[in-house]
């Protein structure tokens, strides 16, 4: 176990998810200061990119990231800088936006299923299928008993996903209203940001309650074991990164990984390159 006791943010199955109990701008697993998870954090950084090598070497694992959250919670940053420095050949992300005509033409999780990892791969989904349950359900893009009915397909699917070798990470990114608006205040007061507002944000933010009653019922519903929810306290990005950077690792490290065996009598193919 690391120095982090993450444990006390997993969404247990079925236990019941009210947000307000669950605080944003928590820090209170690192016992250390910001200056020291900051180290702490590069170093982490430095064991996933060789975790990462390894997972790609033995080519027998597939690891699915999750990332949800409000608007400006931080999924492209947690991609940028939990991932910085980690060799893109065996790391993708895929963003789930508005469907496009084909997706809308077949069921929600056509889009989802091309995405998921392959062997040695990891993908971090920007968003995911769970935007089937939340922006649909808040903007009644679907009636109620159709996405009432999505909670047991995403189980199963997850499930179908775990039972064929999927390790499953699934993080919501806490933050509070307020600290939404200083995000993007900071959007229209810094000129090299201007480009990441987006009108549509304020009027998601007036939605506020309805998505988190939205969240409420999917963490509520799809943790499970194998693909447990992690809600991360995100108000501060420091903690957010250390956070999930100490999942990844401890759970790549309980993968007992091993390079794939080398070839038969190795050292006699020095002669050839030396002669
Ligand atoms: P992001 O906010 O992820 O950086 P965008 O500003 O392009 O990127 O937003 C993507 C939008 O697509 C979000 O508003 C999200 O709710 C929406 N979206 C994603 N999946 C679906 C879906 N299945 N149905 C409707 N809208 C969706």
């Known amino acids: 176990m690391s120095d982090l006791n993450w444990k006390k943010y997993l969404v247990k199955p079925d236990q019941t998810i009210a947000l307000s109990e669950w605080d944003p701008q928590d820090a209170s697993a690192w016992k250390s200061n910001r200056k020291e998870a900051e180290a702490r954090n590069q170093e982490l950084n430095a064991e996933l990119e ?19 959250g409000m608007d400006t919670s931080g999924k492209d940053g947690v991609i940028r800088r939990v991932f910085d420095g980690v060799n893109p050949q065996g790391v993708r992300v895929a963003s ?20 998921t990892p392959g062997r040695g791969e990891i993908v971090i989904f920007n968003r995911s299928h769970y935007e089937d349950v939340l922006v649909v359900r808040v903007h009644n893009l679907a009636p109620p008993e159709v996405w009432k009915r999505r909670y047991d397909h995403i189980n199963h699917f997850e499930q ?51 998505y988190e009653k939205a969240y409420e019922a999917v963490l509520s519903k799809t943790s499970q074991p194998g693909a447990p929810w992690i809600i991360v306290p995100a108000n501060r990005k420091w903690y957010r990164d250390l956070l999930i950077s100490t999942v990844l690792v ?10 794939p065996k080398a070839v038969e009598d190795l050292e006699s193919y020095r002669a050839e390159l030396i002669d």
């Open 160 to 210: 179908l996903l775990i039972d064929e070798g999927t390790t499953i990470l699934k993080f919501f990114l806490h933050i509070n209203l307020d600290e939404q608006r200083e995000r993007l205040l900071s959007r229209l007061d810094t000129p090299s940001k201007h480009w990441k507002f987006n009108p549509g944000d304020i009027k998601e933010r007036k939605l506020w309650d309805q």
């Open 96 to 115: 789930f936006k508005v469907p496009t005509s084909i997706e809308l033409a077949h069921d929600y999780l056509w889009r989802v299923h091309q995405q």
């Open 50 to 68: 060789t975790l990462q090598e390894l997972l790609f070497a033995e080519g027998k694992h597939k690891i699915l990231i999750v990332l949800q």
């Open 250 to 259: 401890d759970t790549l490290k309980d993968l007992k990984m091993e390079y």
